[in-house]
């Protein structure tokens, strides 16, 4: 798979879960994933264990309805970049938010190795208040 097929395959499955075992099968052991400073899940996590019970798991609990739509993506030989837009409701307030994001993927050896977000953390901070 080129690494601009690894990506979608981890946002453009039939089901979140889908996507989730498609990001854990191709993500190496040692991965580094970003969450945007300002973002509630702020930091770098290492390897799926660790992104799961920091990001994902948070997610899926604190949130109603909490996804990614991407809009496109831009890719080369290691690197892709989706962009789009976030969208939820915050449990705690039942507050829903929409906020553009772009995600930073970079792929070695058909393994991504690398994840940064970029995004507008303002509404989802506005969400969760």
């Known amino acids: 798979m080129t690494p601009l097929e690894i990506v979608k395959s981890t946002y453009e499955g039939e089901t979140s879960e889908e996507n989730g075992r ?6 190496a052991p040692d991965a580094k994933w970003t969450e945007a400073a300002g973002f509630p899940y702020a930091g770098t996590y290492t390897g799926f264990d660790e992104i799961a019970k920091n990001v994902f798991a948070r997610l899926a609990s604190e949130w109603t309805g909490y996804r990614f739509v991407p809009e496109n993506y831009v890719a080369d030989d290691h690197r892709v970049v989706a962009y789009g837009t976030y969208y939820g409701t915050y449990n705690a307030t039942g507050k829903a938010f929409s906020a553009r994001v772009a995600h930073v993927w970079q792929v070695e050896d058909g393994k ?18």
């Open 112 to 129: 991504i190795v690398k994840f940064e977000q970029f995004v507008d953390s303002a509404p989802v901070k506005e969400a969760m208040e």
């Open 22 to 27: 498609s990001l854990q099968a191709h993500l």
